[in-house]
């Protein structure tokens, strides 16, 4: 196969390689609790995730794609113990981040995924979420790089038949651009309803943070599978 051939067979990838480096406290969490509460994702692997059996019971799950540092991800699970939530992230650090506070709030409803989110859903079956959280994803705002964003139709149909009919994907930006599109498209998929404004239940992320600080006005939109 050509270099060019290669690279056609390779998923489009919707995260900047980013490198970082782990702090002590980031390591001494991952070397204790990634036995314990992590997930290796493969490319290519499609073996079924039996998510009662990745949490121990059989309980509603929530999954975050793209968590960053983790505090929303572990401030969410630390209110809603019923829920599990199965956050997938592939910045190192990040991981290190959410296992270390797993451990010093004492979560057992977190599972922590290291790998490509879209390589992860085809693992989980149809209709099994109960939400799908999606905060300030990566926004690419160059044009010739908008087929790298996560929410477009193609990942917004694989992510809404894995939740229940009523289960929400919540999606949030800072890029009035990207929030401009993901309105278009999540209004556009026939398998989903937007629900109206209000209190949307989750803690400021970093990352909305840094959008706030730069003066950029928030999106937030909740859709529920019909
Ligand atoms: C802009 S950051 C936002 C982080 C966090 N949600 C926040 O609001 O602070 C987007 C994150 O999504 C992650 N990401 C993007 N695409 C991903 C994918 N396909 N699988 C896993 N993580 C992904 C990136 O590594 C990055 O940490």
Not at 29 to 52: I, M, S
Not at 108 to 131: E, Y
């Given at each position: 196969m050509s270099e060019t051939e290669i690279a056609a067979t390779r998923p489009i990838r919707t995260f900047h390689p980013r490198r970082g480096r782990m702090s002590s406290r980031h390591a001494d969490a991952h070397a204790l609790l990634w036995p314990r509460y992590g997930l290796?994702?493969?490319?290519?692997?499609?073996?079924?995730?039996?998510?009662?059996?990745?949490?121990?019971?059989?309980?509603?799950?929530?999954?975050?794609?793209?968590?960053?540092?983790?505090?929303?991800?572990?401030?969410m699970a630390a209110a809603d113990p019923q829920r599990g939530y199965l956050g997938v992230e592939v910045h190192t650090p990040g991981?290190?981040?959410?296992?270390?506070?797993?451990?010093?709030?004492?979560?057992?409803?977190?599972?922590?995924?290291?790998?490509?989110?879209?390589q992860l859903v085809h693992r989980i079956g149809p209709g099994s979420l109960d939400a799908v959280h999606v905060f300030f994803p990566d926004p690419w705002?160059?044009?010739?790089?908008?087929?790298?964003?996560?929410?477009?139709?193609?990942?917004?149909?694989?992510?809404?038949?894995?939740?229940?009919?009523?289960?929400?994907?919540?999606c949030a930006t800072d890029w009035?651009?990207?929030?401009?599109?993901?309105t278009e498209t999540l209004d556009a998929d026939p398998g989903l309803r937007r629900l109206p404004e209000g209190p949307h239940g989750?803690?400021?992320?970093?990352?909305?943070?840094?959008?706030?600080?730069?003066?950029?006005p928030i999106?937030?939109?909740r859709y529920t599978r019909r």
């Amino acid at each position: 196969m050509s270099e060019t051939e290669i690279a056609a067979t390779r998923p489009i990838r919707t995260f900047h390689p980013r490198r970082g480096r782990m702090s002590s406290r980031h390591a001494d969490a991952h070397a204790l609790l990634w036995p314990r509460y992590g997930l290796t994702v493969t490319d290519g692997d499609r073996t079924p995730l039996d998510l009662a059996g990745l949490f121990g019971r059989e309980a509603p799950v929530v999954l975050e794609i793209g968590f960053g540092m983790g505090d929303a991800t572990a401030a969410m699970a630390a209110a809603d113990p019923q829920r599990g939530y199965l956050g997938v992230e592939v910045h190192t650090p990040g991981i290190g981040n959410l296992l270390a506070m797993v451990g010093e709030l004492g979560l057992t409803n977190v599972r922590v995924a290291c790998g490509d989110a879209m390589q992860l859903v085809h693992r989980i079956g149809p209709g099994s979420l109960d939400a799908v959280h999606v905060f300030f994803p990566d926004p690419w705002p160059k044009a010739r790089h908008h087929k790298r964003r996560l929410i477009q139709p193609g990942n917004v149909a694989v992510l809404r038949e894995r939740l229940r009919p009523g289960g929400v994907l919540h999606c949030a930006t800072d890029w009035p651009e990207y929030g401009v599109a993901m309105t278009e498209t999540l209004d556009a998929d026939p398998g989903l309803r937007r629900l109206p404004e209000g209190p949307h239940g989750r803690p400021e992320t970093k990352f909305e943070r840094r959008g706030a600080a730069a003066g950029r006005p928030i999106t937030d939109l909740r859709y529920t599978r019909r």
